[in-house]
């Protein structure tokens, strides 16, 4: 199937930063050119600008805004965060993460970034530029580590001395180092910017494998199973990506849109597509089928079922935790020539 693209304008205002390129944008997916110019918005009745097909609406500006972050403080009540609470914020300098620090700020959590740079030439240096630049100009507090400190490598080191794929073990990475990042830095709990079509996107994948065993941390909230552990949340799971973009395009953020040179071929992509295409003919698909599963089913509950890692006291479900263990493998494996 090829793949769908939705009708998209995009008005791109690069900016040249040595070798590192931004884009901004005006103007939204799904989009004011399919808005008749006598079109309301369905909240203050002013000129709408945004068409909000999956909620049957159109906004003005100012009204997507609000209704932007009530999704969020909806999010953070489901996953009961209605009082602000210091949260660590995990930063990629993508779209989600950028917007996700912007929104819980403006929402009056106290919050601190925290990046960590792959070392992936010229895509890791300008997302941590991203990062620090969007920090700045709004006076906000982060932490950059590099994989290469914290673990030893950079990712492309990594990826001549493996045969996994490079997506699986970076995310393996991300997740057990933003863990240990997070408490090292004093914080319970790390907010994530994985959004609507990530994990309806997941959720898809995981009933078509009939990956069941998947299912229990198939949810937004992910709460602490050790003391070396934070709670996980996502409180963007209720917005869409196209909306996210639409924010940070009203809010002035500029997000990194090179893409991960590493990143071809995640089959992840396949499953947003599918979706995609079922949204295009019945808008609304997306939301429904993943707050009919969030709804319906339990909260995970902490599950006190990690031990400790006999070489570096972190989580672990045996003796050595997955850090250990792949830090163990790359040792004793000579680089491999990459082919392209
Ligand atoms: S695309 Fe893959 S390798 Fe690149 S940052 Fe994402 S998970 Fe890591
Ligand atoms: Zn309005
Ligand atoms: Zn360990």
Redesign the pocket.
Known sequence: MSSLRLPIAKHFDRVQDGSIKLQRWDRMDRTDQELPPDAKCTRCRGRAAIRMPSHHANFCSQCFVHYFRNAVKRALKVLGFSEPVPLMVAI?GGKDSLALWSVLHDLGYPTRGIHIN?G?DV?SDASEEVVRRFAQERGLSYTAYSLRQVFGYT?PEIKTRTRRK??GV??LL?RQLLNRLTIQEGFRNLALGHNLDDEAGRLLGNIVRHRYQYFPKQYPLLPSSHSRMPTKLKPLYRLEAHEIRTYCGLSGIMPIEI?????RG?TSHSYKEALDFLEARMPGTKRDFLFSYVERREPPHAKPDFGTCKHCGEPAYDDSCSVCNLADRLKNTRPQPQGD
């Open positions: 990629s792959l992936i895509f990712l490079i997506c970076c995310g991300k893409p991960c040179p590493l990143s995640a």
